[in-house]
């Protein structure tokens, strides 16, 4: 008879006597326990073999229970410390036995729970007494635990209730595992001594099989579906960019429109139309990154001069201007943006997309770059979920309203507020959610209605409402996590990104 190579060497190995285990076979054959398995399977669909399953349990000792086979139980310590100072006569003080039993620190603790426990005697008012026919050498869970060392007893032996002290006071452990053995049949027998022979068999068409014409005369190994394979993933979208989509598609749902602009921008857009004074610990607070370019050139020079007015004098008849210097040099350097507000000025002012009228709602959902220090909240680069609405009259309930809708379709409706500080928003909130592990309050974005300082220069003479909210908090609250990096970085955990799915 011709079988395939795999079942005859797993044949020959098996024996109608003794069953034996798969990974014994695999051991001896130097194959991969899969290649074998596959192998018993096709042998036993031919009634060459039978396979049992079996489940068996292993006990094992701990460190600390390994530590007792050598010293001793501390409770049985105790007992002999005990004997000793005459505790089988009359009580005798703790101290003076535990003293005698030279136990220590935890040991003692352990020696003092399980010693009337287990019919050593007694322990009363600070004294010990010592059960005369109490017997250490037949204690139970040191039977057992010098057995295991040997190896000398399997787990189906030991008393339940031994076993489960042990358990209890993790001396040892219990684990499962399961085992497929194999028999031969009379049938497997049979052929074996009628001689098997190993078939040729090729596993994959090759193009010189192809060429050749050889294909026509090898035989093909058979495939076997219900074999465990390897898992592969695919390519995925990462969890952070479903997340980006999933707030876009919300916005628009919501009737926004995207904004679109450069991540490198002139510290104008970035700061100035924002009315930051050049010299405020403001703009530095952001602590950007500068960038070694030329300066940016095209600025619109009405609109530079609007925004430098409003810097010295502020805006209408009772304005206030910052008392400190403004440099139309300043305002060119080019930093990569802090925040994407740096967009909504772009838009605001007209020069993104010509003249807009109110109402408008507009939101981009974009990187921005900020000097942090590296922890479990802070990058980098991260992710701002950033809008605007811009209508006539404009108050704090609407700002809350569209925060409670937005957040509302995440499953978020804890949502807190906390009056804030912006030089460009006056009143302005920040905004915190709930951590739905940790239950800590974590800050997920920052909001306000624009100052007139702002809205004065573009020539908006409505009210804007706007907001940067941090699109990696959003996914912290989501979905539970606890550190950015998990997401992001050499540190991510990549069973979560492969497995994890953002629902729309
Ligand atoms: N730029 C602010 C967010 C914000 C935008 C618009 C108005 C108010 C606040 C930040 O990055 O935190």
Not at 243 to 269: I, N, Q, S, Y
Request: charge should be negative.
């Amino acid at each position: 008879m011709q079988l395939p190579g795999t079942q005859v060497s797993v044949l020959e190995a098996a024996s109608a006597t003794d069953a034996r285990s798969v990974s014994a076979l695999a051991d001896e054959l130097g194959e991969k326990p899969e290649t074998v398995v596959g192998a018993v399977f096709e042998l036993q669909d031919s009634g060459l073999l039978t396979v049992e399953e079996r489940t068996e349990e292993r006990v094992a000792l701990t460190d600390e229970g390994e530590t007792y086979v050598e010293s001793g139980l501390p409770e049985v310590r105790l007992y002999r410390a005990a004997v000793e100072v005459g505790a089988t006569d009359e009580p005798v003080s703790m101290g003076q036995v535990i003293g005698a039993s030279g136990l220590e620190g935890g040991a003692v603790d352990i020696a003092l729970a399980n010693y009337a426990r287990k019919g050593y005697g007694r322990i009363d008012a600070g004294e010990l007494t010592a059960d005369p026919d109490a017997d250490p050498d037949a204690d139970g869970e040191a039977t057992v635990l010098a057995a295991l060392a040997d190896g000398r007893v399997d787990a189906g032996d030991i008393e339940a209730s031994v076993r489960e002290q042990l358990v209890s006071r993790d001396l040892v452990t219990v684990s499962e595992s399961t085992e497929r053995l194999v028999t031969l049949t009379d049938e497997g027998v049979t052929v074996l001594m009628e001689g098997v022979e190993a078939a040729e068999t090729v596993g994959q068409l090759t193009p010189e099989l192809l060429t050749s014409g050889e294909w026509q005369d090898v035989e093909f190994a058979e495939y076997n579906v219900e074999a465990d394979a390897e898992t592969r993933y695919g390519g995925k979208k990462h969890i952070l960019r479903q997340t980006a989509d999933r707030v876009k598609d919300t916005l628009v749902g919501m009737g926004f429109k995207e904004m679109e602009g450069p991540h490198a921008d002139a510290e104008f857009w970035i700061n100035d139309c924002l009315f930051m004074p050049q010299d405020h610990p403001a703009r530095t607070h952001w602590d950007q990154f500068a960038l070694d370019v030329p300066p940016m050139q095209d600025l619109p020079a009405d609109l530079v001069d609007r925004v430098e007015d409003a810097h010295r004098n502020g805006v209408g008849p009772d304005g206030d201007g910052y008392h400190s210097p403004w440099t139309e040099d300043v305002a060119r350097g080019v930093d990569l943006r802090g925040h994407t507000t740096s967009l909504s000025m772009r838009y605001l002012s007209g020069h993104a997309e010509g003249e807009l009228e109110p109402p408008q709602r507009y939101f981009s959902v974009e990187k921005v770059y900020r000097n942090d220090t590296l922890d479990a909240t802070h990058l980098l680069e991260f992710f701002q979920i950033e809008g605007w609405v811009m209508a006539e009259d404009l108050s704090v309930r609407d700002l809350m309203g569209t925060f409670t809708e937005f957040y509302e379709q995440f499953g978020i409706t804890d949502l807190e507020f906390k009056p804030h500080y912006n030089p460009y928003t006056e009143p302005s909130f920040e905004l915190f959610g709930e951590h739905p592990e940790t239950g800590e309050i974590v800050e997920i974005g920052n909001s306000g209605i624009f100052r007139e300082e702002v809205l004065r220069p573009l020539g908006v003479d409505c009210d804007v409402m706007a907001w940067g909210l941090a699109l990696e908090r959003l996914l912290m609250l989501t979905h539970g996590f606890e550190d950015i990096r998990d997401v992001h970085g050499t540190l991510v955990d990549l069973d979560f990104l492969r497995t994890e799915e953002v629902v729309h």
